[in-house]
């Protein structure tokens, strides 16, 4: 829809207008995002976090589903947030109930992998005395149009796919978890100290684990493997980049647990919730893997990760940062994918 406006009803766009449209939808996640931020009592402006993420550039800069989803998935965290702040005894704020539902049926229909992602969201919803038959029940007319698909379908995946995706990938879950920690590190460090004690624990752990038996061996910096001298040294840095990463994942998830301990916050434990089932959906997608994936997740992430962000000058310096590697993440699939 969005082609035909912008190409004027032809619905053909050439390089770089094809472009345009996921650029527009990524403004609207971060506009989307940013309502979520203030409607917690967090600054709008930390919505802009999402900029530092590189897989937010890849999602934006290539013809892709991905931004379509991630604007669908803010548009139902906004529209639950937002209904559960205007609900009241008596009063039920419909237009925010339909934009919940809207943005569950857009997400889910363009990336299946957010039905895991449905009971973190429709905690962000009212869920006081009553209102929580009305969120079960819009929830599931909701995902009516998805479940029209599997049935065309004969299954979750079409026909010609369900050889390709048989299976769990381990290795996949490990990369999602430590994609989703690295993100972290970048947008929220304050999150990863606030809860050190168990974060490096716990990443000491899963990176010492992976190190002796190697139970997620993926092979990581495919991109820049071609500038390395030689395939051995190619092997060492891959291992060496594996036992950080699923020290990443370790870290990440033994904080997300504390922080989850020691809070009782709905928006806290939905959004985690949401985040949490979309990296272990990542491990469903056996035949490949890709940091678009776990980046379904960012705008719960950054609900999540908020209460930690600090503004200043190191923020800048990390959203600077991340956006030039974005971009060089970008230059790479136009020149080498």
């Not at 992998?113 to 599931?140: D, E, F, K, N, Q």
């Amino acid at each position: 829809m969005m082609n035909y406006i912008i190409s004027g009803g032809t619905g053909a766009l050439d390089v770089p207008w094809i472009r345009v449209p996921n650029l527009l939808l990524l403004a609207g996640t971060v506009a989307l995002t940013g309502y979520c931020l203030v409607s917690m009592g967090q600054s709008g402006v930390l919505a802009g976090t999402a900029l530092a993420v590189p897989m937010a550039w890849v999602c934006a800069g290539m013809a892709i589903t991905e931004a379509l989803g991630l604007c669908g998935i803010s548009l139902a965290a906004a529209g639950a947030i937002g209904w559960s702040k205007h609900a009241s005894e008596g009063d039920i704020p419909w237009r925010w109930a339909i934009l919940y539902a809207l943005g569950l049926v857009v997400a889910t229909t363009t990336r299946q992998s957010y039905l895991a992602a449905v009971p973190g969201l429709a905690m962000l919803a009212p869920l006081r005395r009553s209102g929580w038959r009305l969120v079960i029940g819009v929830t599931i007319a909701a995902l009516v149009p998805i479940c029209l698909v599997f049935g065309i379908w004969g299954g979750l995946l079409p026909p010609a796919q369900r050889s390709m995706s048989a299976g769990y990938s381990i290795a996949h879950l490990g990369l999602a978890f430590a994609i989703t920690g690295v993100v972290t590190l970048i947008i929220a460090p304050g999150f990863l100290w606030r809860h050190r004690s168990v974060a490096l624990v716990a990443g000491m752990a899963t990176g010492l684990a992976q190190f002796v038996l190697q139970f997620a061996a993926p092979t990581t910096l495919t991109s820049v493997q071609r500038f390395f001298p030689g395939d051995q040294f190619a092997a060492i840095m891959n291992r060496v980049v594996n036992v950080g990463f699923i020290a990443a994942a370790g870290m990440f998830v033994g904080a997300l647990a504390a922080a989850l301990w020691n809070s009782r916050d709905r928006v806290l434990w939905g959004s985690a919730g949401a985040v949490f089932g979309l990296c272990v959906a990542a491990g469903a997608v056996t035949r490949q893997f890709s940091s678009r994936y776990p980046a379904m997740a960012l705008p719960l992430l950054i609900l999540v990760l908020a209460p930690w962000i600090r503004c200043g000058p190191w923020l800048l310096v990390r959203v600077t940062g991340g956006s030039l590697l974005g971009l060089a993440v970008l230059h790479s699939y136009y020149c080498y994918a």
